[in-house]
Structures are given as structure tokens and as C-alpha cells.
């Protein structure tokens, strides 16, 4: 079965400050993306960066970046430069393409960046 | 480019009544997905339809179901509405089918008293 979770239900940064969320996933698939959303208090799911497996350069989109990790099925999501507007819950994502590409979400994880 | 866009924003529905949510996918993507976020959870997949046809299906029952018309927009309708029905609703459009990325709608937050 393919399941994603993120251990963290709760985390919080200062201001400017690194925070690193985490994301363990469990397919049998040698090919796939993994990607991580953000969904900020307006409901709005937002992609935020994608991952595709065969690549071994972790993505990384400007303060955003992982850290892919293929052999532990992990795939960790990195903010640096922490901003308030990183206040939001964070959910990774995994597509399966056995039921029609569905997207399957990890639980999150709620993120607060105080000032 | 015109984003996902969903109506309505929320509403109030009684348990027993039906509701039909609604969805208008991303200029250009042809395939839409509708998913279920309960308060707290990650969104779970309800059902995808591509060329107007269901395309996939997560474990729902028969009363959820769904349309997509030739325009791509879509609706998800529900019957004989329960209580834990009262969830987020959030439809997503690609581009195609087969591509990973699925862009999001603003959701329609659904009430059953």
C-alpha cells in the first residue's frame, strides 16, 4: 500500500530561522514525484515544490528546498530565511497512478513562524 | 490564466438533504479531481474525472458522485448527507492526464447539522 506520514503535527520557527518538516513514504514503485503543498489559513492548497525520483539533485525552489533521500523513503522539506507568511500547514504528497494519478497526503503539519 | 475556481465558498446543509458542489478547472487542464479534507487531516481522493468520464475512484460510497462536462468543469454531488460529511471539499485540475501536479481550488467548506 502506498502511505505517506509526517511525524511533526507541530512546529515553529522564528523569524529569518531555518526549520526542516519531515515526510516518510512507502511505495513499491520505481519511478514517481513526491511533492509538498502548503495550505495557509485561506484553504488555498499551494504546490510548493516538486521532487521527481529518478533525479538525484534534491529540488530546490528559492528559500525552498529537500532533501531526498530514495533508499529511506524520505523526503524532508527545508525553509530557510523563515518569513510570517510561511505560517500555514504543510502536507506531502505522493501520486498514484494506479487509481487515476489520486494525490496521497500525509497528515501535515501545522507550521507557525513567529516574529 | 484564469486559476481553479469553486462555488460556493460554504454552506449549511441539513442531514438527509443532497448538495452538488461545483468546479471550474484551470484554463487549458482537462482533468479534475475532488478530494475530501475532514478538519485537522490531509485531503483524502473522493474520485477524478478525465474527458467526462470517471477516471478513478478512493473509497467513498455510491451517494458521492460526479460529473465533468465538456467544458472540463466539474461538479461533485452528494446524497442522503450525514454528519461526517461536514468537511472541506477541494477540487484540483491538470493539465492532462498521467501528469503529477494537480493545482487547487479554494475549497468549499460544507456544514451538516
Known amino acids: 500500500a502506498q502511505t505517506v506520514t509526517q511525524s511533526q503535527p507541530e512546529m515553529s520557527v522564528q523569524e529569518a530561522e531555518t526549520v526542516t518538516l519531515s515526510c516518510t513514504y512507502d511505495?513499491?514503485?520505481?519511478?514517481?514525484?513526491l511533492f509538498w503543498y502548503k495550505q495557509p489559513p485561506s484553504r488555498q492548497m499551494i504546490l510548493v515544490i516538486r521532487?521527481?525520483?529518478?533525479?538525484?539533485q534534491n529540488a530546490t525552489e528559492n528559500r525552498f528546498s529537500v532533501n531526498f533521500q530514495k533508499a529511506a523513503k524520505s523526503f524532508s522539506l527545508k525553509i530557510s530565511d523563515s518569513q510570517l507568511g510561511d505560517t500555514a500547514m504543510y502536507f506531502c504528497?505522493?501520486?498514484?497512478?494506479?487509481?487515476?494519478?489520486?494525490?496521497?497526503f500525509g497528515q501535515g503539519t501545522e507550521l507557525s513562524v513567529k516574529p | 490564466e484564469t486559476g481553479v475556481t469553486q462555488s460556493p465558498t460554504h454552506l449549511i446543509k441539513t442531514r438527509g438533504q443532497q448538495v452538488t458542489l461545483r468546479c471550474s478547472s484551470q484554463?487549458?487542464?482537462?482533468?479534475v479531481s475532488w478530494y475530501q479534507q475532514a478538519l485537522g487531516q490531509g485531503p483524502q481522493f473522493i474520485f477524478q474525472y478525465y474527458r467526462e468520464e470517471e477516471n478513478g475512484r478512493g473509497n467513498f460510497p455510491p451517494r458521492f458522485s460526479g460529473l465533468q462536462f465538456p467544458n472540463y468543469s466539474s461538479e461533485l454531488n452528494v446524497n442522503a448527507l450525514e454528519l461526517d460529511d461536514s468537511a472541506l471539499y477541494l477540487c484540483?485540475?491538470?493539465?492532462?492526464?498521467?501528469?503529477?501536479?494537480?493545482?487547487f481550488g479554494p475549497g468549499t467548506r460544507l456544514t451538516v447539522t
Open positions: 484540483a485540475s491538470s493539465l492532462k492526464r498521467g501528469l503529477p501536479e494537480q493545482y
Open positions: 511505495t513499491s514503485e520505481s519511478n514517481y514525484y
Open positions: 504528497a505522493f501520486p498514484y497512478y494506479n487509481q487515476g494519478g489520486k494525490l496521497i
Open positions: 521532487q521527481e525520483a529518478y533525479k538525484q
Open positions: 484554463s487549458g487542464h482537462n482533468t
